[in-house]
């Protein structure tokens, strides 16, 4: 088997897939960027719908680069689109050589906060086309890159150790384990989040192709700002429910996608981990 060696915590090429969910520029994906910068990533390669955001996170990330050959691309992508994520790929591999860590972040939610039996399908047409579709063809062609492309080996304290030959992280959220009422559409397609990554982490585990989830709560970003504004007894519910009574921020978020990413992770794979500060460890009276 070819490898290729490496020191330090990151190496390599990146590829961000965020949709325009982070319009105020703080979000997941922007943190995320910054997060790998500081780790030492040779290259961030952002991908994104909204090519002018991820173009000012990508000039921001220069400064906490840690790599004295960093680099970033921007490329427009539709995850929606089976074409334009199929170009995304082939334009990351022809710059950078290879796909080190994908991270998955295209997602959207419905405006609309109804039961069940009154959930628009139009509205869950819509959110499953990018939440699970566009997942799925990213995931697929992040697959295809990888499985062309050699592994890796690391220096631990004991022994060189294969960490295969790339990383997949697919952001989601603690709706992957349970449901948020009214919110039918989100709720589904964030179950098909977790069933995605476990089934392509079993069928590629041992083509060295590590696939995970986070998984977290409420998160001070712009999308959970919008859901603030149309109900404005969220906080207090955040407040009364988490037990460091506080949302996350984007950039604790980020720091869990870095680690996952790592070789420190490397026997980590086909798992969510929830990040919800404690909220999953009771049952919630009302």
């Known amino acids: 088997m070819s490898t290729a060696k490496f020191t330090g915590s990151m190496h390599s090429t990146i590829v961000m897939l965020f949709r325009n969910i982070d319009p105020a520029g703080g979000g997941i994906g922007q943190q995320a960027v910054y997060s790998f910068a500081g780790a030492g990533a040779r290259a961030i390669i952002r991908a994104d719908i909204n090519e002018e955001n991820a173009q000012k996170a990508a000039e921001t990330a220069r400064k906490y680069a840690t790599h004295p050959e960093f680099r970033t691309l921007i490329i427009g992508v539709d995850v929606a689109d089976a074409e334009s994520v199929q170009k995304m790929i082939d334009v990351t591999v022809k710059e950078s050589g290879r796909i080190d860590y994908a991270v998955n972040g295209a997602g959207i939610d ?12 139009e509205d869950f047409d819509k959110v499953m086309s990018v939440n ?12 295809n890159a990888m499985l062309a492309q050699e592994t890796r080996e690391i220096t631990s304290r004991s022994d060189e150790r294969d960490i295969g030959r790339g990383v997949i992280l697919n952001v989601g959220s603690a709706n992957l384990y349970a449901g948020l009422p009214a919110k039918m559409a989100y709720t589904v397609s964030k179950h098909a989040v977790m069933g995605l990554t476990k089934m392509a982490a079993l069928d590629h585990a041992a083509d060295g192709i590590r696939i ?24 207090q519910m955040v407040e009364a429910i988490v037990p460091l009574k506080r949302m996350a921020e984007p950039e ?25 500060a404690g909220v999953t460890l009771t049952v919630h009276m009302h």
């Open 212 to 235: 995970n989830a986070v998984c977290p709560t409420w998160v001070h970003t712009p999308m959970v700002e919008e859901e603030c504004k149309r109900n404005p007894t969220v906080m």
């Open 252 to 276: 604790e978020i980020a720091d869990v996608i870095v680690f996952l990413c790592s070789p420190s992770a490397s026997y980590v794979t086909g798992t969510g981990i929830i990040i919800d």
């Open 110 to 121: 419905h405006l609309s906060n109804e039961p069940f039996a009154e959930a628009s399908i």
């Open 132 to 143: 699970i579709k566009g997942l799925t063809l990213s995931v697929r062609a992040e697959i």
